[in-house]
Nanobody
Framework: QVQLVESGGGLVQAGGSLRLSCAASLRTFSRYAMAWFRQAPGKGREFVAGISGGGSSTVYADSVKGRFTISRHNGKNTVFLQMNSLKAEDTAVYFC????????????????????WGQGTQVTVSS
């Protein structure tokens, strides 16, 4: 049974930083493009960042560009989201997602279907 388990969420003041992790029980982790999404209270799910299987390509939502960094460690089946300069509007439940693909088009990472999703981790930024 495939599992994606997020961790690292919490309460932080505006301007602070958090690092989210997503551990995946995927046999061929490097063949999956990975992404982070978030959902704020009363709002729809929003794409945050995506990374190719090998880690060489990344894409970000405009709202987090320059503040967030996605990375992955294929040897540890883990994807990370480093979040700096956090704002109150970053408050949301953050989810990681995995998509099996041999050559992901980074431009479609926000809208493509994903095969697996984690349960989410809460990030709360106080102003």
């Amino acid at each position: 049974q495939v599992q994606l388990v997020e961790s690292g969420g919490g309460l932080v003041q505006a301007g602070g930083s958090l690092r989210l992790s997503c551990a995946a029980s995927l046999r061929t982790f490097s063949r999956y493009a990975m992404a982070w999404f978030r959902q704020a209270p009363g709002k729809g799910r929003e794409f945050v960042a995506g990374i190719s299987g090998g880690g060489s390509s990344t894409v970000y939502a405009d709202s987090v560009k320059g503040r967030f960094t996605i990375s992955r460690h294929n040897g540890k089946n883990t994807v990370f989201l480093q979040m700096n300069s956090l704002k109150a509007e970053d408050t949301a439940v953050y989810f990681c997602a995995a998509a099996w693909t041999t050559a992901p088009a980074m431009a479609t990472m926000a809208s493509r279907p994903y095969d697996y999703w984690g349960q989410g981790t809460q990030v709360t930024v106080s102003s």
